[in-house]
């Protein structure tokens, strides 16, 4: 009887030490886990807060805030990057804002660009489909990257693209007069005026229904349809847009108004350059 309880009390605290090992064992892999779930909840940088900052972006874009925006979009692409991984939908979408604040900065040329715009795209594609109307953002922001580097057919048939998804599954209006008038801006590059007349005509109707509520992307279309008669060579018809859209960008990005002044001082120097040509001529 002594040895049968003594041989169960050696049991027992076998079985204890085991079980503390075992506990010892798996405690890290645990709080990892806990760590994770934490901070997917709502730790120290959750998905809630990334829609937070894009959105931070695209306001500061719209305000004409360029280099803000630039820093803002840099500093989330890198946070995104390590949080998300490099084929996440959710880096792609900070990478469709960052590709427009490198365009806006004049930076839409570079390599840099051209490689983020072609990978975010790729990702939403992969990830939503071709013909996805969420796809459009990163089709128009690789189309701006080609334009700028000279590659305008390219331009025009990812814009194409886009708008004929976006008309396709009966977008809001707005989007598809943004489609629009980057169609144009591709034709008017080609030097095929016509035809860009005709995406813009449609365009300024939209925009002019919606000026109250969206002032700035009305004077993006006017901005437009005044490069189209420059450089078709209706000058007399070059002005007004021009100057309108000047004028909106001072009335309503008044917390930004060295956008609107480098704005009225390329359509002043323009001009006398026009003038020059005119009495050349």
């Known amino acids: 009887m002594a040895l049968d309880c003594s041989s169960r009390s050696t049991h027992r605290a076998s079985t204890d030490a085991r079980r503390r090992e075992f506990v010892r064992r798996i405690t890290p892999s645990i709080l990892t886990l806990l760590l994770a779930a934490g901070v997917a909840c709502g730790g120290q940088w959750s998905a809630r807060d990334t829609e937070r900052d894009t959105q931070g972006i695209d306001d500061r874009l719209a305000a004409g805030d360029y280099q803000e925006a630039l820093r803002l979009a840099t500093d ?14 959710d880096l792609a979408r900070v990478e469709d804002r960052l590709v427009a604040a490198l365009v806006k900065n ?14 975010a795209l790729g990702v939403e ?9 969420e796809t459009t953002r990163a089709m128009h922001n690789l189309a701006l990257v080609r334009l700028d580097r000279g590659e305008f057919n390219d331009a025009l048939s990812l814009n194409t693209r886009a708008l004929e998804i976006r008309r396709r599954v009966r977008a809001d209006n707005n ?5 629009l008038d980057l169609v144009a801006l591709s034709l008017i590059r080609l030097n095929r005026f016509d035809t860009a007349e005709k995406s813009l005509a449609e365009s300024l109707a939209i925009r002019e229904a ?11 279309t006017l901005e437009f349809v005044g490069l189209m008669h420059r450089l078709s060579g209706q000058l007399g018809d070059a002005a007004p847009p021009a100057e309108r859209s ?15 002044a480098a704005a009225a ?5 323009e001009a006398v350059c026009l003038h020059r040509a005119s009495r050349a001529g």
Not at 175 to 179: M, R, W, Y
């Open 265 to 269: 001082r390329k359509l002043a120097h």
């Open 175 to 179: 989007s598809v007069a943004d489609s």
């Open 210 to 220: 919606h000026a109250v509520e969206n002032p700035l992307a009305l004077a993006q």
């Open 246 to 260: 000047v004028t909106l960008r001072r009335q309503h990005a008044p917390a930004h108004p060295d956008i609107a």
């Open 106 to 119: 004049g930076r839409g040329g570079t390599a840099d660009a051209l490689r983020i715009a072609e990978h």
């Open 76 to 89: 989330l692409h890198e946070r995104a990057a390590r949080r998300y991984g490099a084929e996440s939908i």
């Open 125 to 133: 594609e992969a990830a939503l489909g071709r013909d996805a109307v």
